[in-house]
């Protein structure tokens, strides 16, 4: 590698001498202004790695070019500065960084090589489960249970904090991992103290999707797969295609009465009808001005939900007082300042001259008050028309078939058409008595059972919560209080979040409406909501009734927050607290009573709506530096109960009894010898599935079914029910993991139709049974199985166990019309091969309904396309070509080995 475009100079900042690698070679040849500000970054990162192999002069010069008019696709290798993870997906990361020091000790090298290279920070957000609410000490009850189901796990991770270099775990109890990034951890720019002294971007990977949330900093960073995220602890850069940049250009500013939540829902309708799967969203324009840097952490949190890779903002002065207000030292602030403007990376200015691949814009002004739901975070709806739209959706889950009875018409039936009417299921609704505590009501169809204030998304903006917690005290000082079958909840992703609250009051008028604080951690938005009271579980399973959720979370997948919810709605915390007073989703809540006051009056949205005014006045008195620096002060330390852990000190883990922590078979008898890529001969069909499959279908996060695989293995192993805990939390132990993938209940398989959850049918019998029990037998019989599936296979979590799971099942390959970009990676990073249907083919449009047998010649490195060949019972044989979405050379190489993990660990055991 030359050195000829590499240019390291000094930089002199308030007398003390840094370098940086300057761009100034590369702008004698070529226009770097054109270059966004991502792109930027990206050009950085390669300049800053050129000695190294994984890095070519031509993709410094193709970067450097930035020609959007003659676009080719481009491997290029980031190197992330550091590593986030959270405690559900950091944990399977710390297990296999175990599992591969007993592997490379095998294979004849050293513990010491399995180490992280870079800074390498776990939060343990994930766990925290709604088990109490509605009391005054519901946190600290709800953190014991924790500390009581988790203590395995968390003993696991205090080990792994004194056993490898740079890494640091954040215990419980202490935010959200995208909030404590966003507040505390983030560098903006990494100073590294060696003898240039080097000043570099702050860049990052973490193991979950919102990782994005700190692109609203400006930081370059996304989420990847568990997988991908230890390669990269481990030194590997991570491979991927010079992504398109779209320009997302905001004006103007929000007008009054709308939210963050408000813009960030309208923003991911618009850009995920416009297609930004696997590219980069870059925000400009005069409104980012107008936007505060919550807003925009708001915004760029949900990139996920959008569909793009990242959506990244420009660092500017709001950025520093964001910085300033959160304690960060003078001196790295001004560091921060000057080193940008030196790189021509500074503020709104540096993308004056950007070319984008492609342009979107957006009007702020024409954003109102929204809600997303009832299963998909793009799907907005303009409040006013929630009640309505809730109706259209009960209309079609439970409506009532009214056949035609004239005797002329109903002849016609078999021909075809609409004989039958559905009739709106609000029309016949009685509803189901119950009584809990004193109360005694009806549930109904559209109920709100479940009102929460949770997620990073919205608890690290203070406008909304103290919006909340203004309609929380004008309510109740009209005499409103929540519907007595609401469960409800505040879980905000930083302790600074209650500080607040309480030097506000608003806490008090929180608390009054049920509002209790239940724990810091991301709880229902994850589906950690915990059980619903027995009386209302019972009612909703009598009724078979529709209820409905109502959070200010990121998603709202079905199944995802409650097993016994179907209907689940994303919204502003000031709106989440309006309808646990509504109490019902049918309403209009614009225009109907929320409920009446003392004297009977009725009392509607705009009566108890916080003034824009209002709220910025209780931010600019309440919130201040002090209550961050001393909130972080400490942030390692945790509790009693974590800090008289015991741990034993060890290179290579002891491997205790446990039913949360086991050492993978991923690396049993690996060899150092790289193996073939082999053909698949006569797999079987596991599941045949449609579209919108999510990585919580998958592999689910929440609770373990009573009555299945999974469920049955931990009676055998004498856990008891109420120590299930979830699967997120057990995804440490392959065993649980393996028995619950595919075991969502409301996964729907098409091979075997009338059915929702963990069921197929094995070939060639037709007998149903279990996912799990069918891959054991097909994996007993030397029989190969793959995975039919639709479009946006894999969308949702950064989960790595989506792949994993599949992989011990004995899938070996998935072919689908489109995928989600984090979850293809992650196949190929466990030896799954991808494919993907020609444009207009899909499993239906080809008469493959999963009963037949499938072939699949040994793929080469740089083949585009393969041809499947697909076997009737009778013999008949036929075939399609499908693309094979092994993207990169890299990515060969990691199939070839078997995954992404054998890759890396044959590399450092023979050098």
């Not at 000829?4 to 003390?16: A, F, V």
């Not at 450097?64 to 559900?88: C, G, H, M, Y």
């Not at 078979?665 to 079987?684: L, T, V, Y």
């Not at 070939?763 to 039919?788: E, N, R």
């Amino acid at each position: 590698m030359t050195k000829s475009i590499q240019s390291l100079k000094p930089l002199e900042i308030n007398g003390e001498t840094y370098h940086y690698y300057s761009f100034d070679s590369l702008a004698e040849k070529y226009d770097i202004s054109r270059l966004p500000f991502a792109a930027k970054i990206l050009l950085e990162n390669l300049l800053r790695h050129a000695e190294h192999d994984f890095v070519q002069q031509g993709d410094i010069e193709t970067l450097a070019k930035w020609d959007v008019d003659n676009w080719q696709d481009t491997e290029i290798s980031f190197v992330p500065s550091r590593v986030v993870l959270q405690d559900f997906t950091g944990v399977p990361a710390v297990v296999d960084l175990a599992a591969m020091r007993d592997a490379i000790v095998k294979m004849g090298g050293s513990a010491d090589k399995i180490n992280p290279l870079n800074p390498v920070e776990l939060v343990i957000d994930h766990s925290v489960m709604v088990d109490v609410f509605g009391k005054a000490d519901a946190m600290e009850q709800n953190t014991a249970i924790e500390f009581q189901r988790n203590k395995e796990r968390y003993q696991f991770l205090r080990w792994g904090q004194q056993s490898f270099d740079n890494f640091k775990v954040v215990p419980p109890g202490r935010g959200i991992v995208h909030q404590v990034n966003l507040e505390y951890l983030a560098r903006v720019v990494f100073k590294k103290i060696d003898e240039n002294n080097l000043l570099y971007p702050d860049t990052l990977v973490g193991t979950d999707s919102h990782t994005t949330m700190i692109n609203g900093l400006g930081v370059l960073g996304w989420g990847v797969g568990g997988i991908e995220a230890e390669a990269a602890m481990l030194g590997q850069p991570v491979t991927m295609l010079l992504p398109e940049i779209v320009g997302f250009e905001l004006k103007g500013k929000l007008p009054s009465g709308t939210t963050a939540t408000d813009l960030v829902l309208t923003v991911t309708e618009q850009l995920r009808a416009a297609g930004v799967v696997g590219k980069f969203v870059e925000f400009f324009g005069s409104g980012v001005n107008e936007l505060t840097l919550a807003d925009r952490a708001t915004i760029a949190n949900m990139a996920p939900e959008y569909g793009a890779t990242c959506g990244i903002f420009p660092i500017d002065n709001q950025t520093i007082d964001y910085l300033q207000l959160t304690g960060r030292d003078s001196e790295h602030i001004e560091r921060i300042k000057l080193y940008l403007k030196t790189m021509g990376m500074w503020g709104t200015e540096s993308q004056d001259n950007a070319v984008y691949n492609s342009r979107l814009s957006l009007q702020l002004e024409t954003v109102v008050p929204s809600i997303a739901g009832p299963k998909r975070p793009q799907d907005r709806i303009s409040l006013d028309h929630a009640g309505t739209a809730y109706q259209d959706w009960l209309t079609l889950q439970h409506g009532v078939q009214k056949t035609s009875s004239n005797k002329d018409e109903s002849g016609f039936e078999s021909e075809g058409g609409q004989p039958s009417v559905l009739l709106p299921a609000s029309d016949e609704d009685p509803g189901i008595p119950c009584k809990y505590g004193d109360e005694e009501f009806i549930l109904k169809h559209g109920s709100v059972v479940i009102a929460a204030i949770t997620s990073c998304t919205n608890t690290s903006n203070p406008s909304v919560l103290i919006a909340a917690g203004l309609l929380a005290r004008n309510a109740r000082q009209r005499g409103l209080t929540v519907k007595p079958w609401v469960k409800t909840s505040l879980a905000p992703g930083s302790q600074v979040v209650t500080d607040y609250l309480h030097k506000s009051g608003l806490n008090e008028d929180l608390d009054a409406l049920g509002f209790q604080l239940v724990g810091y951690g991301c709880t229902t938005c994850i589906g950690n909501s915990g059980p619903l009271p027995l009386e209302i579980s019972e009612a909703i399973h009598q009724g078979d009734l529709s209820v409905t959720s109502v959070l200010s979370g990121n998603r709202n997948f079905e199944g995802r927050i409650h097993p016994e919810i179907q209907a689940n709605y994303l919204a502003s915390p000031p709106l989440v607290v309006a309808y646990a007073l509504a109490g019902n989703m049918k309403i209009d809540i614009t225009t109907d009573s929320l409920g009446d006051d003392d004297s009977g009056n009725p009392v509607y949205l705009h009566d108890i709506w916080p003034d824009n005014h209002e709220i910025k006045e209780v931010i600019k008195n309440v919130i201040d530096s002090s209550m961050f620096t001393s909130r972080y002060a400490d942030i390692y330390n945790g509790n009693k109960d974590w800090q008289n852990m015991e741990v034993v000190q060890s290179q290579k883990y002891d491997w205790p009894d446990s039913t949360y922590v086991k050492l993978p078979p991923f690396f049993d008898n690996i060899s150092a010898q790289i193996p073939e890529i082999k053909s698949i001969e006569n797999a079987r069909c596991l599941l045949k599935l449609g579209d919108s499959v999510t990585t919580d279908h998958i592999s689910p996060a929440g609770s373990i079914a009573l009555d299945s695989p999974a469920a049955e293995y931990l009676k055998q192993e004498g856990v008891s029910v109420k120590d299930f805990n979830s699967y997120g939390s057990r995804r440490g132990n392959h065993e649980v993991m393996m028995r619950g993938t595919f075991a969502n209940v409301r996964l729907r398989n098409l091979l075997a139709p009338g059915t929702e959850g963990c069921w197929t049918r094995m070939m060639p019998s037709g007998a149903k049974m279990s996912v799990f029990d069918a891959a054991m037998q097909y994996q007993q019989q030397k029989i190969a199985s793959i995975v039919l599936a639709g479009k946006e296979y894999g969308t949702g979590s950064s989960r790595d166990w989506a792949a994993k799971g599949p992989a011990l099942l004995g899938v070996k390959a998935v072919i689908a019309q489109s995928y989600e970009r984090i979850h293809r990676s992650n196949l190929v990073g466990m030896g799954i091969l991808p494919l993907q249907f020609m444009s207009d083919d899909s499993a239906d449009s080809l008469n493959i309904t999963g009963e037949e047998k499938f072939s699949i010649p040994a793929v080469k490195i740089g083949q585009k396309t393969v041809t499947v060949f697909v076997t009737n019972e009778d013999g008949n044989q036929r075939s399609f070509e499908a693309k094979i979405r092994i993207d990169t050379p890299n990515e060969f190489s990691y199939y070839q080995h078997g995954g992404i993990l054998h890759y890396v660990l044959r590399n450092l055991a023979t050098t």
